[in-house]
């Protein structure tokens, strides 16, 4: 499966942005999916994740209550909707389609990745 990240861009802190992921080439239902970060100098870290239904989602506590993953399985496109964005929410955003089943925290469970796009909040 090919993805694609979008959505990224400036925005003042305490702003809102919605980052898209467009699937081809496979179906996206079959594929737990996840959002990670990686902010400049840093590793790459695990923001959100959602059940290839839906039906679950998954944050670590720096986005909880900020962030909100979604899917629409019949456009083929997972989605992140970010809210009260902080300076420290400054990274490259990329959505990732995991290899085996279910929601990981970390990214070598994942075989598919877009190519990244970038958020910058500014203070």
């Known amino acids: 499966v090919q993805l694609q990240a979008s959505g990224g861009g400036l925005v003042q802190s305490g702003g809102s942005l919605r980052l898209s992921c467009a699937a081809s080439g496979r179906t996206l239902s079959r594929f737990d999916m996840a959002w990670f970060r990686q902010p400049p100098g840093k590793e790459r870290e695990f923001v959100a994740g959602i059940s290839r239904s839906g039906g679950t989602t998954y944050y670590p506590d720096s986005v909880k209550g900020r962030f909100t993953i979604s899917r629409d399985n019949p456009k083929n496109t997972v989605y992140l909707q970010m809210y009260s964005l902080k300076p420290e929410d400054t990274a490259v955003y990329y959505c990732?389609?995991?290899?085996?089943?279910?929601?990981?925290?970390?990214?070598?469970?994942?075989?598919?990745w877009g190519q990244g796009t970038h958020v910058t909040v500014s203070s």
């Open positions: 990732a389609a995991a290899s085996s089943y279910g929601v990981h925290a970390t990214p070598g469970q994942y075989a598919y």
